[in-house]
């Protein structure tokens, strides 16, 4: 069913994830029918289609960029409206507060 030089790749993959080819062989069968897409996909476009007649806020990706930079986690947050700097334990760095 393999060429012999499909079944040494195999045989080699097997044996770098530390598998006997059969048990390898069924874990990649079982990751590839996992990703099978399921359901028909005539009905999955019909649900695209009836969600696009919906508008949605939404930013365009470069403003969205421009958001994340501003308003990142680990920093700026005296940016942030009502939203202040507080010290608790001198171990810790200082934490946000929302007013």
Do not use: N
Not at 6 to 17: G, I, P, W, Y
Not at 49 to 63: H, K, L, M, N, V
Request: hydrophobic share 35%; proline share 6%; net charge positive.
């Amino acid at each position: 069913m393999m060429e012999e030089r499909d079944l040494r790749q195999v045989e080699q993959m097997a044996k770098t994830s530390g598998k006997t080819v059969s048990a390898w062989v069924r874990d990649v069968l079982r990751e590839a029918y996992s990703r099978r897409p399921t359901g028909q996909p005539k009905k999955k476009l019909e649900a695209i289609r009836a969600a696009s007649q919906y508008a949605f806020p939404a930013t365009d990706i470069e403003q969205r960029h421009e958001l994340d930079t501003v308003f990142s986690f680990d920093r700026d947050f005296d940016k942030l409206p009502g939203v202040t700097r507080i010290s608790g334990r001198d171990d810790l760095p200082d934490l946000p507060r929302l007013l």
